[in-house]
């Protein structure tokens, strides 16, 4: 990959910005077709996407497939969207004046994403941004820049102008300093650490820039006495074990109510241990390697803090025989506040379970953190369904399911977990801003 840095991410912004002017003026169904034209491209190049993807990032290849068609709804949809975008005729206040309202696009948007969906986190943005009128300079993670390339190269072929769409790569600091802070880029959209996060919602202040964050998580999963146990080990597998538990919105910490605890926690042991763990491309494997040694240190660091502080292993708890950065899928239980694997979001395959009696405790433990990304729950009661769903500090509640994730909904966080909102006819008006225009003399 080029190693680009400062000069490279000035020479996009400007390049973003030269095209801006035919991009935004051109009609929305010109824009629309376009971005059609992409997602036609994608779908049956969707193997090769997938092979791309699971080589970098290690994925297993049903879930890199997954991923793409994901990725590729967020192309669809905003396609059709684009045309949706309106202004308004406002009741005026005067009888010789009209209100109105215009919609239009943003300006350069910057887009800073990871490793974790190296295709959907840039389609999510990119999408919505280029259906508004906006155009846009990616620079995807270090870790996983070829599909991010590889998308960029369909999106040439689709008859995107030069300078819509610019992917860079490089230093991620000296590139992410130019992003927030040239005048030419008027909003930044990223999807990481909380802690790159807020760098930049600080250095994107000095020039006003519009920021739209999608941070970390730290999910709670509570199964209460009245739910349907066998979907709730289902649904607990599918939202903690997805990615290798790699994801924002990974469950992070499972609250099992006493009444089912035992029962509950014998049958996700079983499920865990069932577990393929090997090469993504393999047939059957479920579990990838994590993304590096880093990663492993940490998923071993909050079993050890937790193992110290009283949690017993039920099943896994070491690296995998396969060496390198495989690790087992992990169940403890005796899981308790006081631990590391209740206020950080461990991002691997460990689900701590942790034992509550009363819907009130959990709901406040599973408050007790300053972020709020997902969470999820299961229960059979209507009254508690709604009760609890209003009260858990989250942008995103799953309730009897596990996976939530799609193009026609609002995806985003609140309190520290983010900003914005992508995906579903919200997610456009992101990159968009109101223009007042009082027309007088009438
Ligand atoms: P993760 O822990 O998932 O790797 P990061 O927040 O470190 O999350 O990385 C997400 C994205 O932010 C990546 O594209 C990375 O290169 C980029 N990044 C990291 N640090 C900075 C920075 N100081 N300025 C701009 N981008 C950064």
Not at 101 to 120: E, K, S
């Amino acid at each position: 990959m080029p190693n680009g840095g400062a000069s490279l991410a000035t020479e996009a912004v400007e390049a973003a910005a030269h095209a801006f002017a035919g991009w935004s003026r051109r009609t929305v169904k010109d824009r629309a077709a376009i971005l059609r034209k992409w997602f036609d491209l994608i779908i049956p190049n969707r193997q090769d996407l997938a092979r791309i993807l699971t080589s970098e990032q290690g994925k297993p290849i049903a879930e890199a497939l997954g991923e793409i068609d994901y990725a590729a709804a967020y192309i669809e949809f905003y396609a059709e969207e684009a045309k949706r975008v309106a202004g308004e005729l406002l009741p005026s206040h005067r009888a010789d004046a009209r209100i109105m309202v215009l919609r239009q696009p943003i300006g350069v948007v910057a887009a800073i994403t990871p490793w974790n969906f190296p295709a959907a986190m840039i389609t999510r943005k990119v999408a919505p941004a280029l259906a508004a009128g906006c155009t846009v300079v990616v620079k995807p993670a270090p870790e996983t820049p070829l599909t991010a390339l590889a998308l960029a190269e369909l999106a040439r072929r689709a008859g995107f102008p030069p300078g819509t769409i610019n992917v860079i790569t490089g230093d991620a600091i000296a590139i992410g300093g130019v992003l927030t802070s040239h005048p030419k880029v008027r909003m930044v959209g990223f999807t990481g650490s909380t802690e790159v996060g807020k760098i930049l919602m600080r250095q994107a202040s000095s020039t006003v820039k519009k920021v739209a964050l999608e941070l970390g998580g730290n999910a709670p999963f509570i199964v209460f006495d009245d739910a349907d146990i066998d979907a709730a080990v289902e649904g607990a597998i599918a939202s903690k074990f997805r990615n290798m538990g790699q994801t924002c919105v990974c469950t992070n910490r499972i609250y099992a109510q006493s009444g089912i605890h035992d029962a509950f926690v014998e049958k996700l042991a079983g499920r865990v241990a069932e577990l393929r763990v090997g090469d993504g491309f393999e047939d059957g494997i479920q579990q990838g390697p994590l993304i590096n040694q880093e990663a492993v240190a940490k998923v071993e660091a909050h079993i050890a803090d937790a193992l110290d502080r009283g949690a017993r292993i039920v099943v896994g708890g070491r690296r995998h025989a396969k060496g390198r950065t495989f690790f087992e899928p992990t169940v403890i239980v005796g899981a308790t506040a006081e631990m590391a694997v209740a206020r950080e979001e461990t991002f691997g395959p460990l689900a701590p379970v942790f034992r509550f009696n009363s819907d009130d405790d959990v709901i406040a433990a599973a408050n007790d953190t300053e972020t709020g990304l997902a969470a999820y729950f299961f229960s059979t009661n209507v009254a508690r369904i709604f009760k609890v769903m209003e009260q858990l500090e989250y942008g995103m509640v799953g309730i009897n399911t596990g996976v939530m994730s799609t193009e026609l909904a609002p995806f985003g966080g609140i309190k520290e977990s983010g900003n914005s909102g992508e995906g579903s006819s919200h997610g456009i008006l992101e990159f968009t801003e109101l223009k007042y225009a009082c027309v007088g003399g009438l």
